[in-house]
């Protein structure tokens, strides 16, 4: 079992930039397939990134405004978000699964471990 605590998120304005932080329990995470997604309000868990073997794969709406990065001392994944929208706001979650590469690393059901989200939420 490995645990994944996400945080960095909170009450910002619209234009702003925050890094959200992603740490797992275990040093064998810089071997797992990892990802960010985010749920709004109302609406279905969405693809943000995804990071395996050095390779970052962004979902296409976003890519630009999103950097994704890790720190494999740290056991910790970073998401940077820039110029943040309103529409940005969602929990955030970070996930993993104990495979090099995955094909379907932008579907939820890829993920055997999920941190409890942080929420973003982005006023206009």
């Known amino acids: 079992q490995v645990q994944l605590v996400e945080s960095g998120g909170g009450l910002v304005q619209a234009g702003d930039s925050l890094k959200l932080s992603c740490a797992a329990s275990s040093r064998t995470f810089s071997n797992y397939a990892r990802a960010w997604f985010r749920r709004a309000a109302g609406k279905e868990r969405e693809f943000v990134v995804a990071i395996m073997e050095g390779r970052t794969y962004y979902a296409d709406s976003l890519k630009g405004r999103f950097t994704v990065s890790r720190d494999n001392a740290k056991s910790t994944m970073y998401l940077e978000i820039h110029s943040l929208k309103p529409d940005d706001t969602a929990v955030y979650y970070c996930?993993?699964?104990?495979?090099?590469?995955?094909?379907?690393?932008?579907?939820?059901?890829?993920?055997?471990?999920w941190g409890q989200g942080t929420q973003v939420t982005v006023s206009s």
């Open positions: 996930a993993a699964t104990p495979a090099l590469y995955i094909s379907g690393y932008g579907r939820e059901e890829g993920y055997a471990y």
